[in-house]
């Protein structure tokens, strides 16, 4: 089923712990972006990708970094956890072009510790 | 860049009335313009979405409004009912981005 996925749904570390946060579709959507989210509140956005070997920091690059190897795989790292990374982890894509609906993940739960 | 204002923040309606969440954007370029709803712990979800060159969209209960000379756009719910209770976001997008309001949380009373 055409999807997007993102993994882990919910993940607890410690302070200074690298960790990365997957994030797959099957859409075959070119465009791709992470959101940090808390609960009920707005989406800030950290970065997104057009395609294949390109990514932009968005508002919010909070101190992670992202890769695009792969179209379907946009995963984004966090080289050292700290508390305030604490929040919802949304990834999203959409077609190319403008105006396109974007189709959300479930979301990745981070609590730094 | 662009700028998306969302008013209000919070809503209590009773079931059966209409509920109107509005937002703004300042960047004349943004010429689409999706809605939201994002129930406690799920993803958001696409509902409505309006482009530049239409005024008015309308989906059985649901519908949007675009004014672009005043760079303002509303979603009206009409015969509310429980399940309608949720977040709701809008945006402005303009080529690859998307910008986001801060969220209306709408709760309707049964």
């Known amino acids: 089923e055409a999807d997007i996925y993102q993994t882990p749904r919910y993940l607890v570390i410690g302070t200074g712990k690298k960790i990365t946060l997957e994030c797959s579709q099957t859409m075959g959507h070119d465009k791709m972006y992470w959101y940090q989210q808390d609960p009920g509140m707005e989406l800030h956005l950290i970065h997104y990708s057009y395609g294949v070997n390109s990514t932009e920091k968005g508002d919010l690059s909070s101190e992670s970094t992202v890769s695009r190897i792969r179209t379907e795989h946009f995963p984004l790292t966090l080289e050292s956890a700290r508390p305030s990374h604490t929040s919802q982890y949304l990834c999203?894509?959409?077609?190319f072009g403008t105006g396109p609906e974007q189709y959300f993940g479930p979301g990745t739960r981070l609590t730094v510790t | 860049g662009e700028n998306v204002e969302q008013h209000p923040s919070t809503l209590s309606v009773q079931e059966g009335d209409s509920a109107v969440i509005k937002c703004t954007y300042s960047?004349?370029?943004?010429?689409?313009f999706p809605w939201y709803k994002q129930e406690l712990g799920k993803r958001p979800q696409l509902i409505i979405d309006?482009?530049?060159?239409?005024g008015e969209k309308k989906d059985q209960r649901i519908a949007v409004t675009l004014n672009k000379t005043a760079k303002h756009f509303s979603l009206h719910i009409t015969e509310t009912q429980p399940e309608d209770s949720a977040v709701y976001f809008c945006a402005a997008s303009y080529g690859n981005q998307f910008y986001f309001g801060t969220g209306t949380s709408l709760t309707v009373i049964p």
């Open positions: 309006i482009r530049s060159n239409v």
């Open positions: 960047d004349s370029a943004s010429n689409y």
């Open positions: 999203a894509s959409s077609e």
